[in-house]
């Protein structure tokens, strides 16, 4: 299972990837800000987006994609 992690807070999505890692056995890309979706390393099952960036919100990105 692929998971990606796109948060400014770097101690939050190091904490996160640990955790699925462990958990699930799993692949974790983490970003710390967005980027665009032909720089992701592998296609997620799922993406967790922060809320909250310098340079727009989470939930636009989801729209994006």
């Known amino acids: 299972m692929y998971f990606t992690i ?17 958990e699930y056995h799993a692949v974790v890309d ?6 665009d979706l ?5 296609v997620p099952d799922i993406l967790f987006l922060d809320v909250i960036f310098e340079n727009g919100t ?8």
């Open 6 to 22: 796109m948060d400014d807070d770097r101690a939050f999505g190091e904490t996160l990837k640990n955790k699925l890692e462990s």
């Open 58 to 65: 989470g939930v636009d990105y989801a729209k994006k994609v």
């Open 38 to 42: 032909d720089q992701i390393k592998h």
């Open 30 to 35: 983490v970003y710390h800000g967005m980027i």
